[in-house]
Structure formats: C-alpha cells, structure tokens
C-alpha cells in the first residue's frame, strides 16, 4: 500500500494569470531597455520593479502546503508559517460562485496579477480571508475556529483535502 500524498506544490498558473504575469515581467524589460536607450532614469524603476518582483516571490508567493498529523505547513522561499490541526474546523474545495455566495463582494490586498493574489481577501461577509493562490478554479477553503479563514490553491486540490480529513 503507497502511503497517502502529503506535499503539494502551488498550483500551477491558469491561463488569465500567467498571460498577466507575462505582461508584468515584460514592464521591468521595457524600462531597462529604454535606459539602455539613453533614458538612464528607466534604471531607477525598473531595479525597483525586479526588487518588488523578488519580495512577492520570496515572501507573498507560497510554494509548497505539506499536511501533517498536527498541522498544515505552508512554505514560501523565505519564511513558513504553521496552521494548526485544532484550529481548522473545515477543509473544502469551493468554486468562485460558492466563494461569492458565502463571502459577498470580494477586494484583494496584497500582490496580485505576478504569479497569482497572494496576502489578504477582505469580504464583505467573512472580513480579512488569508489568500494565497495561482488560480480561479481548484479553490480549497480551509474554516478556523476563532481566526481568519485561508483560501489557497495547492495542486491536486481533491488529494489536498482527502489529505487534511485524515485524523489520528
């Protein structure tokens, strides 16, 4: 007998997010390539958008979810964060319909559009969700008793959860 997944990665991009990561990267290439141009002052930002760029990636951008007996760990380059077994009360797999039924009108706080919405989804419903995710479909909802619920993407989000309902 194989023993059950335990680690998945973020999901990958879906295609909306991908194309506007596309784009966002080519923003700082522009501006260097006008500087190389002669318009020396496109350095300036374009360093301050690849600095930008490397803080979502090492601290916004999450890039792997392990489920463990106690806890949820979430990994990100630089940092990682538990969330433990006693808080959460419900994993589930939710779609944007159902998000917006239970949590009203929705705005993102935080990096949005590089690799996915990563940080804060205040909900007229719900107020601050955690959010961290790659795409808009494969939507996992983790419920915590007394704290802020997460929204987050995991690959194989049906595994993820089949993962977070197993109890010992």
């Known amino acids: 007998m194989s023993a059950a997944k335990t680690s998945f990665r973020l999901a990958p991009m879906s295609r909306s997010i991908f ?9 700082p290439l522009v501006f260097f390539a006008g500087a190389a141009l002669g318009m020396r002052v ?3 930002p374009a360093i301050l958008f690849v600095a930008i760029y490397a803080w979502v990636w090492l601290r916004f951008r999450p890039s792997r979810f392990i ?4 806890a949820i760990c979430v990994i990100w380059p630089a940092k990682r964060r538990e969330i433990p077994r006693a808080e959460m009360s419900a ?6 319909h159902e998000l917006r039924r239970d949590c009203g009108w929705c705005l993102r706080v935080g990096a949005g559009g590089l690799w996915g919405g990563f940080g804060w989804l205040w909900t007229e419903r719900r107020g601050i969700v955690q959010m961290y995710i790659s795409r808009t479909d494969g939507l996992v909802w983790i419920e915590r008793a007394g704290a802020r619920p997460w929204l987050i993407t995991p690959e194989e989000p049906e595994a993820f959860v089949r993962a977070c309902q197993f109890r010992s």
């Open 19 to 27: 194309g506007l990561t596309v784009f966002l990267w080519a923003l």
């Open 67 to 70: 489920v463990r007996r106690d």
């Open 42 to 44: 496109l350095v300036i």
């Open 91 to 96: 994993v589930r797999i939710v779609d944007r």
